[in-house]
């Protein structure tokens, strides 16, 4: 029996074997490539919390700073939180800020890098998660209607399937 994924008409999906079952995908016969990806969310809130992050002056401290290093180690960690994904060695994870004063929000941008036999998409957007959730828990005193929102991959490249960029 064969760890190789087994796509059909009826299930593209690689991570589930010819008879249904889930397994981990075989990527031992994938070649070795430079691979990159890119998610974006935003968390939006009240113009006051806004104003706090902006400041420094929120109760816990620098609240992006520090939602900068959660989703840092959220990727790291990605292999632990999604069952089927792959340990990665990541070569470099960035996770930027852009603080939307009009829109009383604040837009996250997870970049993932390695040079490995699968993709680091999961990887970009649990950084991006994290970051955001980060966000939450840190001025969820002051603002529990905040919404995390629009999590998604903006490109990938590397790979057999090579570059995809939203549109």
């Given at each position: 029996?064969?760890?190789?994924?087994?796509?059909?008409?009826?299930?593209?999906?690689?991570?589930?074997?010819?008879?249904?079952?889930?397994?981990?995908?075989?990527?031992?016969?994938?070649?070795?490539?430079?691979?990159?990806?890119?998610?974006?969310?935003?968390?939006?809130?009240?113009?006051?919390?806004?104003?706090?992050?902006?400041?420094?002056?929120?109760?816990?401290?620098?609240?992006?700073?520090?939602?900068?290093?959660?989703?840092i180690?959220?990727?790291?960690?990605?292999?632990?939180?999604?069952?089927?994904?792959?340990?990665?060695?990541?070569?470099?994870v960035?996770?930027?800020?852009?603080?939307?004063?009009?829109?009383?929000?604040v837009?996250?941008?997870?970049?993932?890098?390695?040079?490995?036999?699968?993709?680091?998409?999961?990887?970009?957007?649990?950084?991006?998660?994290?970051?955001?959730?980060?966000?939450?828990?840190?001025?969820?005193?002051?603002?529990?209607g905040m919404?995390?929102?629009?999590?998604?991959?903006?490109?990938?490249?590397?790979?057999?399937?090579?570059?995809?960029?939203?549109?």
């Amino acid at each position: 029996m064969t760890d190789t994924p087994k796509t059909t008409a009826s299930s593209p999906l690689t991570h589930f074997d010819a008879q249904g079952q889930a397994h981990m995908v075989d990527v031992s016969a994938k070649a070795s490539t430079h691979r990159v990806a890119v998610a974006e969310g935003r968390i939006s809130m009240l113009p006051s919390t806004l104003a706090l992050i902006q400041s420094g002056t929120a109760k816990k401290g620098d609240v992006l700073g520090i939602a900068r290093i959660a989703g840092i180690q959220g990727a790291k960690k990605t292999s632990d939180l999604i069952p089927l994904c792959h340990p990665i060695a990541l070569t470099r994870v960035a996770v930027e800020f852009e603080v939307d004063e009009s829109g009383n929000s604040v837009l996250c941008r997870a970049t993932a890098e390695c040079t490995g036999q699968t993709g680091v998409e999961m990887e970009a957007l649990t950084a991006c998660s994290v970051a955001l959730l980060t966000i939450y828990d840190m001025c969820k005193a002051v603002d529990r209607g905040m919404t995390i929102g629009g999590v998604r991959l903006l490109e990938k490249k590397g790979g057999k399937s090579g570059v995809y960029s939203a549109t």
